[in-house]
């Protein structure tokens, strides 16, 4: 059995006091909300946290509300609750879709929202108890000097393997995040970078408090997303979109990868071939085709990676084959 190591776990009851004690941890420290990825992580010894701040406690993070006419997330709000709140499944059913996607009842009844936008990267060479690891010599993720995937790069290339996160972007979503020093607003995108240890531009005492979702005019999203598993399987190809329209003619387009490097991937030719056209068969077709080029999947997770990316093409146009009828 794997048990986890020792820490002092702490549970405030306030956003102000979450972000002292976070601070005053330091490098040491550590935010947990449903713990459903921190935890096992903890367990492999991936991290080992001396101080856990723990947010569960926090109403002020748990509330969903309208706020100026667009729908605010609190990043505590369990993913059953998201899953099943009426206004998001109303107006933002794609995002919906995405999180009844993830994992399962139980696991959603315990997992945030903002846990999922700030998962650990994934790797079959990471994702192992420490034994395992040791017995490679670890790799450069955590203890060890070399990437076993592609042992000639200067960076890891763990995946950004959470299914909140293309849809997230593809809407145009925005994330707050606050700290000591006050609170900052910033894309769902620019959340992220392509490098498989250092994955989020958030610093480690900031908390993500809301997600923005913009108002729900003229625009419609979709998820799609390749696994092993109907029942319960992380995503290791998965497609956000979503496409604004005048009457047929699709104006902007935003397409978003996940599950092929260690950040989203933007399809902006992709994108291009859409706008101005109307989202018919040819040019989902073509959308489609211009997507194979930025997908570049490593062989680091399920099937192989040139399956993995050939099916990039297939998962795009589904995923603006579901978006066909009519902005809503
Ligand atoms: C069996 C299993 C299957 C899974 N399947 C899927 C799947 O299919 N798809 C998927 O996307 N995920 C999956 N997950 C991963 C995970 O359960 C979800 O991503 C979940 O949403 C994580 O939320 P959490 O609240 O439990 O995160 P936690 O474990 O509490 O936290 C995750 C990370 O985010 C940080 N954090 C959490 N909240 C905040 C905050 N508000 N501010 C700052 N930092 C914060 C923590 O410090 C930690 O680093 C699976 C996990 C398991 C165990
Ligand atoms: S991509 Fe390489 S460095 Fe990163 S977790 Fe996998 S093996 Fe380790």
Redesign the pocket.
Same mark, same amino acid.
């Not at 315990?110 to 999922?116: A, C, I, K, S």
């Not at 393997?161 to 909140?164: G, N, P, R, V």
């Not at 900031?206 to 408090?209: A, Y």
């Given at each position: 059995m794997m048990r986890l190591p020792r820490f002092r776990y702490f549970a405030p009851r306030s956003i102000a006091d979450a972000l002292a004690i976070r601070s005053d941890a330091g490098p040491d420290g550590?935010?947990?909300?449903?713990?459903?990825?921190?935890?096992?992580n903890m367990k492999r010894r991936q991290?080992t946290p001396k101080a856990v701040v723990g947010?569960s406690r926090i109403a002020e993070?748990a509330t969903l509300e309208e706020r100026g006419g667009q729908l605010t997330l609190g990043?505590?709000a369990l993913?059953s609750t998201v899953e099943n709140d009426l206004r998001v499944r109303r107006d933002y059913a794609g995002l919906a879709h995405a999180v009844a !996607?993830?994992? +399962?009842p139980p696991?959603r009844n315990?997992?945030?929202?903002?846990?999922?936008l700030?998962?650990?990267t994934r790797c079959n060479y990471y994702d192992q108890n420490l034994e395992w690891r040791q017995a490679i010599d670890f790799c450069m993720k955590k203890d060890g000097a070399i990437c076993w995937v592609a042992p000639g790069s200067p960076k890891c290339l763990a995946v950004q393997?959470?299914?909140?996160v293309p849809v997230l972007i593809a809407m145009g979503a925005r994330a707050v995040l606050a700290s000591r020093e006050g609170e900052r607003e910033i894309a769902v995108e620019d959340l992220y970078r392509n490098d498989g240890i250092d994955y989020v531009t958030?610093r480690p005492d !900031?908390?993500? +408090?809301r997600i923005l979702l913009p108002k729900p005019n003229g625009w419609r999203a979709s998820y799609r997303k390749l696994?092993r598993r109907g029942a319960?399987?992380?995503?290791v190809l998965s497609v956000g979109a979503a496409v604004w329209r005048d009457g047929p003619t699709v104006t902007a387009a935003r397409l978003v990868l996940g599950g092929v490097a260690s950040a989203p991937i933007r399809l902006s030719a992709s994108e291009a071939t859409l706008t101005g056209r109307a989202l018919d068969a040819a040019a989902i077709a073509d959308a489609a085709e211009a997507a194979a080029g930025p997908s570049r999947p490593m062989d680091n997770t399920d099937f192989s990676f040139l399956w993995r990316k050939e099916m990039t093409t297939r998962y795009l146009a589904r995923a603006l084959e579901d978006l066909r009828s009519p902005a809503g």
């Open positions: 550590a935010y947990v909300a449903g713990g459903t990825d921190l935890y096992p991290q947010l993070l990043a505590g993913l !996607e993830i994992s +399962t696991l315990m997992g945030t929202l903002g846990g999922n700030l998962l650990d393997s959470a299914d909140t958030k !900031e908390l993500l +408090t696994r319960f399987d992380f995503p």
